[in-house]
């Protein structure tokens, strides 16, 4: 059972436009939520992450927005650019004390020059 | 700057050989753990580690082992590796109150 979803497993943007990644989640117990970027061959690198007491966090050109009734958080890309060509993973996390991640199964987003 | 190591970045062995595959951080993280990564499946956590000698079992633990013996590495062994391992393998590490660092993977390819 998938606990955290990404629906979309591929996205394209223009350069300059907005990206927007999406991530549901079905386990109301987590309260940690992450994005991870990974370009080919190499590790995921942490991009941004969100507690559940917010519902926005912003860094530089990347926000991620959360619904928590809806379960369900976004990644926003602006501008996009080429160079954020990769796959992204968000992750999730509860309060269980063992750091675990559950991860979702990943959007590869290419942007166009 | 969080460094996490991994021994090899690919692997060619054959059917039923023992496999390790190494990860050194040198953060001092308390945390480290094991992926899979796979097409279409995302990152699913084989086994962590929250302490020298601890170890957990992830969502697919089987046909798989991990050691500990000092905090700085954690070591994933393919006690016979079969085709359906042929897999990119990633290590992590965290502290109690940081996200996880990976490491730049091991393509591990079972003959």
């Known amino acids: 059972d998938q606990q955290v979803k990404q629906n979309s497993p591929s996205l394209s943007v223009q350069e300059g436009r907005i990206s927007i990644l999406n991530c549901d989640y079905t386990?109301?117990?987590?309260?940690?939520f992450l994005w991870y970027k990974k370009y080919p061959a190499e590790g995921p690198t942490f991009l941004i992450s969100?507690?559940?007491?917010?519902d926005k966090n912003e860094d530089g050109r990347f926000t991620v927005f959360l619904n928590k009734s809806a379960k369900h958080l976004s990644l926003h890309i602006v501008p996009s650019q080429p160079g954020d060509s990769a796959v992204y993973f968000c992750?999730?996390?509860?309060?269980?004390?063992?750091?675990?991640?559950?991860f979702g199964t990943g959007t590869r987003l290419k942007v166009l020059a | 700057d969080v460094k996490v190591t991994q021994s090899s970045r690919y692997l060619v062995k054959r059917t039923g050989e023992k496999v390790f595959l190494e990860c050194v951080q040198d953060?001092?993280?308390?945390?480290m753990f094991w992926y899979r990564q796979d097409p279409g499946l995302g990152l699913r956590l084989i086994y962590f580690?929250?302490?020298?000698?601890?170890?957990e079992k992830g969502d697919i633990p089987e046909g798989y082992s991990v050691s500990r013996e000092k905090k700085e590495r954690f070591s994933l062994i393919l006690e016979s590796a079969s085709t359906n391992q042929t897999s990119m393998y990633l290590c992590?590490?965290?502290?109690?109150?940081?996200?996880?660092?990976f490491g730049p993977g091991t393509r591990l390819t079972v003959t």
């Open positions: 992590a590490s965290s502290s109690h109150s940081s996200e996880q660092y």
């Open positions: 386990n109301s117990m987590f309260d940690y």
């Open positions: 969100i507690s559940s007491i917010k």
């Open positions: 992750a999730a996390a509860g309060t269980s004390g063992t750091y675990k991640y559950i």
């Open positions: 953060m001092d993280h308390e945390n």
């Open positions: 580690s929250y302490d020298v000698k601890m170890k």
